[in-house]
């Protein structure tokens, strides 16, 4: 039940209306009675420092982070935490009497729905498409868990470039920059796309003769039908997933440090998958 004692938890981004996280952080909240209620803000880039200091005076305890904004949000944030702080980009927000402490859950929503579906990632070959916050995060499990190597490719050549300099000076991990849907790669075990495209039914057109060794395709966007990319991998008989379960442990994760207590994952987990 809403009253005036209710507090508010919400998501910014640009666009917000597709997302899932209002769906199941509100069921969590509501199974444990909790006073919060979850909304979500679209939020273009160039108002994200009002939105903050909105925020900030409407006391909003918590909010999630997602495209376009884990990155440019880093300097407005009082403490980068763990992850936060190597990776330069966040997806969590937590007022802790009127400081905005920054977390990065997207490192263990990636990890668990790797684990989940069961993808080896030691001594593989990967194919990372993008540069941004969710694309420095994937890469960050890559290395984590020993890839053995990993090919780069964004639209913006520099931005790809800038990423692997940051792996190897941060991580000490070496990626190789290719341009754009090029068809220079060799035995890629696996394909990872860390960008927007697909979000609005964007078709990538990948060059999949060029991928004879390909185990499994990970789309980091997802949708309530599934993603192009997704759908066209299963019609090559290609084992893959969208970033469904990725949002769901990430947002568990985040649930706990927005209300400090455990996220019921069968009761969030049932709400994301139950209108599908």
């Known amino acids: 039940m809403i009253d005036a004692r209710t507090k508010l938890l919400a998501l910014i981004g640009h666009p917000v209306a597709h997302s899932l996280s209002p769906r199941f952080q509100n069921a969590a909240l509501q199974y444990l009675r909790l006073p919060f209620v979850y909304l979500a803000f679209d939020i273009p880039p160039e108002r ?7 925020f900030r005076v409407l006391g909003v305890l918590g909010f999630n982070v997602t495209v376009p904004h884990k ?17 330069q980009a966040v997806n969590t927000v937590v007022n802790r009497e009127g400081k905005f402490f920054g977390y990065n859950t997207d490192v263990y929503g990636f990890q ?11 001594g593989k070959t990967f194919l990372l498409l993008g540069a941004g916050g969710a694309a420095k995060s994937a890469l960050f499990v890559l290395a984590k868990e020993k890839a ?19 792996a190897r000076n941060v991580l000490g991990f070496s990626c190789e920059v290719l341009p754009w849907l090029s068809q220079e790669v060799q035995a890629v075990h696996g394909i990872i796309n860390a960008t927007s495209l697909g979000l609005g039914g964007e078709v990538l057109p990948l060059p999949w003769e060029a991928f ?29 997933f969208d970033g469904k379960y990725m949002l769901l442990y990430q947002g568990a994760r985040s649930f706990s440090l927005f209300t400090g207590v455990s996220a019921p994952l069968e009761v969030m987990e049932e709400a994301l998958f139950g209108g599908f």
């Open 148 to 166: 053995q190597k990993v090919y780069l490719m964004n639209r913006t050549h520099e931005r790809a470039v800038a990423l692997c300099a940051w």
């Open 71 to 87: 990155e440019a949000i880093c300097p407005f944030l009082d403490v980068l935490e763990e992850e936060a702080k190597v990776l």
């Open 212 to 240: 004879p060794s390909l185990e499994v395709v990970i789309d980091l966007v997802y949708h309530r039908e599934g993603t192009p990319l997704v759908w066209e991998a299963k019609m090559r008989g290609i084992k893959s």
């Open 48 to 54: 994200l420092r009002d939105a903050l200091e909105a």
């Open 112 to 122: 668990e729905s790797l684990r989940r579906e069961g993808v080896v990632v030691s």
